[in-house]
């Protein structure tokens, strides 16, 4: 058999009953044909499902008569717009008003709008406006805080639009714009001084000035301080009642720090003689001039009027010049600059003629207390030191001081009237040198000196004798922090023990003071010589207050609250008169970059 009669006979059997099942079941069917079912009727609707049927679903008379009611609406609309109003022949002015803000029936409350928004706004919505505060409305009379935003007494509640415009006037006058911002918005930024190109170059001349156009220039002290006569430090003789110091306790109140964190740490730190300005620089190679205004007016504590960067030039000494408008700034460089304040013109000294071997930096200088005078310390030669004294006025080279001491010159200071300096070596030799007769009248060894670092003069005494100055007090500091207070006017009561030496080669220190554990860095009188800070910049916090002529240390500051950090600048300085008395202004500058201050009663 093959396989296809195979298949065959294989689903005939199949075949066969599903014809048999599909007899049964039409007979079933046929069987159930002759049963009759009864179907209960449809129930007819009442008149109140009609009616929400028609009003759910509607229906065609209803759809005719709304088409039919539409288009009489229309018709009618445009009749209205035809008919005369009365009001064709009124201007715009009359047919609108303002809402000047009248008191509602309901509360009484002020709502105000302005329209003068003079706030300079992008090309580009702001991401913070919200058409809901056209909606929202802010009570400025029931928050105290808010009530500076009114512009009258009555005035209450105004919207959110309103609102957020007097938050920016408010702040904008808190917070004037800087220069950068103004630039960036499209306003013309204003435009720097050129320098001079008359300035003279003598060749005869013992300096070189360099007046290139690429020093930077910055506007003159006028137009940085509009009104100078409110700004005058009225400390002068009989400006204010002296008044002397308590010993043990000091009076003394921190007051608002200088704005701002400079980018490297404070090495020189000096106040004007005449004007409440602080001027502060370090190796970040930019001045920092701020004005001292702890207290309103100013909006914002002891602003910053102007800085001036020098590229490429970290600056480690600035000073005013102590009767005119000229900041004096030197580096580790062979050269230095004076920016004159009153012109905005920055000079640069390249060199001092006969003296480049000796003089290779520049970056420490002292000037003399009556501005004639400028002293550089010139590099350290084998067996001593040498000291460069140039006019202060046309910086040409006058004398020069040569001390004989073992590792060169540490430190130098003017004598009060300006006729001479005391000079210290790093052995611990101080010398005395009288500029009027160009010689060294006095030669004096400090006691116990390991490493002589900084000295100090100070105070004045009633002998007046010219060859050795008229301060009273001599501090020389030392790299063991052993700081030596001594007394002139012990040494000058006695008789001297010769003419030519009007000192004792070694006298006794008044006081030695050893709070310092390591190398004193600074040393710095007040004024009235009552008040002596000495600091340390090796160690955190490293800061005393002496008093003087008692030669005390004052024990109730600073506390372990002060934030004083690693000193690496101080001044002090007359302040203000109040009530009669002077009070005097401290400046300490540490390594973060901070300029903290202290007034002292």
Known sequence: MSRLDQRSAVQQPEQSGSEEEEEVVYEQESD????????????????TEEELEQLVFGDSAGFRRGLTAFANDQDGEEEDAQADTGLEGLDDADLFFTDVGQANQAGGAVVTTTDDDKT???????????SDDERMMVSLASVPRLRKLRITEAEDVVNGREYEKRLRHQFELLSPAPEWARHALGRPASKKRRLSENASDDGDSDIDMDLDEDLPSVAPLSKLLRDASSLVRQSGPGAGKKRKLRPEVIDIQRQKDIPGIQPSAITSISFHPTLPLLLTSGPSSTLYLHHLAPSPPAPTPNPLLTSLHIRGTPLSTTAFHPTDSRIFLSARRRYFHIWNLSSGRVEKVTRVYGQQHEQRTMETFKLSPDGKLMALLGSARKGGGVINVLSASSLQWITQVRVESRNGIADFAWWRDSKGMSIAGKSGEIT???????????????EGAVGTTTIALGGQHEFVKATIGTDRWVIVGSSSG?????????????????AEQPLPSQPKPTRTLDQLTTPTSHLTFSPDGQLLAIASKWKRDAMRLVHLPSCTVFKNWPTSNTPLGRITGVAIAAGEVVCGEVHCVMAVGNEQGKVRLWEIR
């Open 32 to 47: 159930n044909s002759d049963v009759e079912f009864e179907v209960d009727p449809e129930p007819e609707k009442d008149e």
């Open 120 to 130: 300079l706004r992008s090309r580009h919505p702001a991401a913070w406006e919200d």
């Open 432 to 446: 005395e040198w009288f500029v009027l007769e160009r010689r060294i009248t006095a030669r004096w060894q400090d």
């Open 482 to 498: 052993i700081v030596n207070i001594y007394d002139r006017r012990a040494w000058l009561a006695s008789p001297p023990p010769n």
